[in-house]
Nanobody, 123 residues
Framework: VQLVEYGGGSVQTGSSLRLSCGAS????????MAWFRQGPGKEREFVAA????????FYADSLKGRFTISRDNAKVTMYLQMNSLKSEDTAVYYC?????????????????WGQGTQVTVST
């Protein structure tokens, strides 16, 4: 499975941005999908995850209410809508996928990764 993220960029504080992750080479609807991010000088951290059908979503506690994860299995694409962006949201955002999981927050459980897309939020 190949994953490609796009939609990153440089925005101002308070702006919105939508990231997309396209998949190829596998059965998208059989994959649990997630977003992780790695800020400058920080470890990679969990952002959000979504179940195979999209019926269940999970978020990092600190991001609930500002970020929304979704997927369109017909378009084999996952999204991350980010609102009210803050400078601390500056990071490289990665999409990840796995056929199954026991702990959706654990990056080690994800088999497939994209190359990442940079999001920079400035005042």
């Amino acid at each position: 499975v190949q994953l490609v993220e796009y939609g990153g960029g440089s925005v101002q504080t308070g702006s919105s941005l939508r990231l997309s992750c396209g998949a190829s080479g596998g059965t998208f609807s059989s994959l649990v999908m997630a977003w992780f991010r790695q800020g400058p000088g920080k470890e990679r951290e969990f952002v959000a995850a979504i179940s195979w059908s999209g019926g269940n979503t999970f978020y990092a506690d600190s991001l609930k209410g500002r970020f929304t994860i979704s997927r369109d299995n017909a378009k084999v694409t996952m999204y991350l809508q980010m609102n009210s962006l803050k400078s601390e949201d500056t990071a490289v955002y990665y999409c990840a996928a796995t056929p199954y999981y026991t702990d959706y927050r654990n990056q080690n459980e994800y088999r497939y990764w994209g190359q990442g897309t940079q999001v920079t939020v400035s005042t």
